[in-house]
């Protein structure tokens, strides 16, 4: 089951893959061998329990070392992809299935790129996986975490602008709005909700391989505030927001809306903010939220970062203000407390960390696909998950949406679909006529991934 359309591959050399997999990835191979060298340079002996667990610890940081050393020699010299070797990770069967099937011939750049992106990060994993010690060790965390923490002037932004808005919330019905002004008021809240969650996407870490903090807190600012958001919008180049609103938002009562998230630190807070807000306004009243059960694509949400950065928000230093750090409190309070209520729930599944694209969802995953037919409306966010529910392959640009995803259109019981996504690969579905010539001719020649533009797109679904 897949489209009749190429795949894209790093094959192509005017592509946004060839780029990725030439410049890219050795640059964050790099980084998890610098990361792991610092850890290595400060293990500390007293930290294990005997001598031999010391040792252990260093002989097996040495030979992950030297694994990533390989990684990063196959792909930039083009070798043939090697099957992945059985590190006890549940989902080594599926990975053999795929690379044996498609794969077994295939070279770092003559492979689809999804495929090769994907293992690339399953390889790293296996590194890690193999060892005794290092097996929940997050090579990324530690670059999730400062990014997180270099935005904390959005976040407590932020924070001070949800907790107005919930209060407005509970004070609306009090006040003397009419039920029409009440409506319009709230359509405006999404539109700002929307859009905060769909920039958010924007600080990728993968991406952004050489930006400093100060970087990625102009980036964050770039998109927030009323009049900011306007100009934004302008960068949507499709977008179907107005759309969700009438055609599901707006008589959703109690519902149950799930997040496919993303990235974690900056996009996974906004992502909570605008959950936060969906279940106070009452749209929904259960948060289904889809984590990676390993390390992927360097800044992925696991469950890890998820907790971690609730508690990193009620742990704040003593530079920010008590205004600030009660505002940041209150959150972190409540939403823990949702998440003690089972009214965000986080889940993982080895799906999200296949190689497969979505089309193939109902089959590969049918438990998955199942529960999340019970969601009124699902929200895929960023980059990867947009490639994978469109096969991440050569459409013409203007092919519709519900065209490009296929099965997950549909097959009947299929949830309404909500795409949120910066551009970031070389493919895009859904532009109205017109906008791909008006792109090319603005000069901007990286406007298909270079995070500025951006597309929000909706299928209906096909629930009765
Ligand atoms: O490198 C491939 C890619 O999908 C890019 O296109 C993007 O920069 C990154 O990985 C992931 O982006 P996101 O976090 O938005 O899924
Ligand atoms: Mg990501």
């Known amino acids: 089951l897949s489209p009749s359309r190429p795949a894209l591959a790093a094959t192509d050399k005017t592509s946004f893959a060839y780029t990725t997999t030439r410049d890219r990835w050795p640059v964050i191979i790099t980084k998890v ?8 340079h400060s293990l500390n002996k007293e930290e294990s329990e005997t001598e031999l667990e010391f040792e252990t610890k260093q002989k097996e940081a040495k030979a992950i070392i030297e694994e990533m050393g390989k990684i990063k020699y196959q792909l930039q010299r083009d070798k043939p992809l090697i099957p992945l070797e059985d590190d006890g990770e549940s989902d080594v069967l599926m990975w053999h299935n795929v690379f044996n099937t498609y794969f077994h011939d295939k ?22 996986a193999k060892t005794k010690y290092w097996r929940n060790y997050d090579p990324f965390a530690r670059q999730k975490e400062e990014t997180f923490k270099a935005s904390f002037v959005a976040v407590s932004e932020l924070a001070k602008r949800i907790n107005e808005l919930t209060n407005g919330l509970l004070s609306s019905s009090s006040a003397s709005s009419t039920e029409e002004e009440e409506q319009e008021r709230r359509r405006i809240v999404f539109h700002e909700l929307a859009q905060v969650c769909l920039w958010g996407n924007a600080t990728d870490l993968s991406l952004l391989t050489n930006l400093s903090g100060d970087d990625v807190e102009k980036l964050q600012r770039g998109g927030r505030g009323t009049e900011a958001l306007k100009e934004s919008e302008k960068n949507i180049l499709a977008n179907d927001l107005d759309r969700v609103w009438e055609e599901k938002l707006k008589n959703l009562r109690n519902g149950r809306i799930d997040f496919v998230l993303d990235n974690a630190g900056f996009e996974l807070y906004v992502d909570m903010v605008f959950a936060d807000w969906l279940i106070q306004a009452g749209y929904a009243s259960e948060i289904h939220f889809h984590a990676k059960r390993i390390p992927w694509f360097v800044s992925d949400t696991t469950p890890a970062d998820f907790h971690w ?38 889940h993982t599944h080895q799906f999200w960390t296949s190689p497969y694209a979505y089309w193939h969802l109902p089959d590969e995953a049918p438990d998955l696909f199942a529960d999340i037919c019970k969601a009124d409306l699902v929200l895929l966010k960023g980059d990867l998950n947009y490639r994978k529910l469109v096969y991440d392959c050569k459409w013409e640009f203007t092919t519709p949406f519900v065209v490009a995803i296929g099965p997950l259109a549909t097959i009947e019981g299929v949830p309404a679909i909500l795409a949120l996504r910066t551009c970031k690969a070389d493919v895009i579905v859904g532009l109205p006529a017109g906008v791909e010539e008006k792109m090319e001719a603005s000069g901007e020649t990286n406007w298909l991934y270079s995070g500025k533009y951006a597309v929000v797109q909706y299928s209906l679904g096909k629930k009765d």
């Not at 061998?33 to 290595?40: A, F, M, N, R, V």
């Not at 230093?317 to 729930?345: A, G, V």
Request: hydrophobic share 35%; with cysteine; proline share 0%.
């Open 309 to 346: 950065l609730l508690s990193a928000i009620s742990n704040l230093s003593s530079s920010f203000s008590t205004q600030q750090q009660s505002d940041l409190t209150r959150l972190s309070t409540r939403w823990s407390s949702y998440l003690e209520n089972k009214r965000w729930i986080l």
């Open 107 to 128: 070279t770092w750049y003559s492979a689809t790129w999804l495929f090769t992106e994907c293992y690339l990060y399953r390889l790293v994993h296996s590194a890690f």
């Open 33 to 40: 061998i610098d990361g792991l060298y610092q850890t290595y």
